[in-house]
């Protein structure tokens, strides 16, 4: 069974500019969360989603937003990208929303640098 | 709101030799749960082990083992028999107990990287 995958796995950008970043979550799994690891860093939460409703956004300005699509994918959107957006965006899915089912399994992340 | 702490930023071990990761929490939560977590430099997050918190039993898998100290919000990592792969940053992180509407959210802290030496 394929895991979480993510796309792309790497990209650069220009301060200034919109990105967008994707996840498909394990085949079944309905909720979506999205991790932002900075070099050297933990990772630290952004958003949740699960059936396509947002449980849960750390503390993170309104230039990140996020969504989930009928078939549990979901997009991260990051406008006006700063030099200090460039980190490891993870995504992770679970089964749903409680007990065990919230268990994470993660993505292999994309990279992404502002320049 | 949750912080955990991880105070040893490297550490090493040798082959086949038996290292402890510490690390401490905080949390207004009655229920929770405590992970580890290693990220080798293929960058993807592997759960290595789990515990709740309810549960006094220390969590084991196979080398990997927890000493859960609730009372002093403490949850260590020990692996035994350390191999080559254990190689990787080892994140220890929690999550409240959710039954509810709200939010599922790992809190992580900032890693111990543990390198295993021939």
């Known amino acids: 069974d394929a895991g979480v995958t993510q796309s792309p796995t790497h990209l650069i950008k220009t301060r200034g500019q919109h990105v967008t970043l994707r996840c498909s979550p394990i085949s079944g799994h309905k909720s979506v969360s999205w991790y932002q690891q900075v070099l050297g860093q933990g990772p630290q939460f952004i958003f949740q989603y699960y059936e396509k409703e947002e449980r849960g956004r750390g503390n993170f300005p309104d230039r990140f937003s996020a969504r989930q699509f009928p078939n549990y994918s979901s997009e991260l959107n990051v406008n006006a990208l700063l030099l200090g957006d460039s980190a490891l965006y993870l995504c992770?899915?679970?089964?749903?929303?409680?007990?065990?089912?919230?268990?994470?399994?993660f993505g292999q992340g994309t990279r992404l640098t502002v320049v | 709101a949750q912080t955990v702490t991880q105070s040893q930023p490297e550490m090493s071990v040798q082959e086949a030799e038996t290292v402890t990761l510490s690390c401490t929490y905080d949390?207004?939560?009655?229920?929770?749960?405590l992970f580890w977590y290693k990220q080798p430099p293929s960058r993807q997050m592997i759960l290595v082990i789990r515990q709740e918190a309810y549960k006094q039993q220390n969590a084991t898998e196979n080398r990997f083992s927890v000493n859960f100290q609730k009372a002093a919000k403490s949850f260590s990592l020990k692996i035994s028999d350390s191999q080559l792969g254990d190689t990787a940053m080892y994140f220890c992180?929690?999550?409240?107990?959710?039954?509810?509407?709200?939010?599922?959210?790992?809190?992580f802290g900032k890693g111990t990287k543990l390198s295993v030496i021939p």
């Open positions: 949390t207004s939560e009655n229920n929770y749960y």
């Open positions: 992770a899915s679970s089964l749903g929303d409680r007990g065990w089912n919230t268990e994470a399994f």
């Open positions: 992180a929690s999550a409240p107990q959710y039954s509810g509407a709200g939010s599922y959210q790992l809190t």
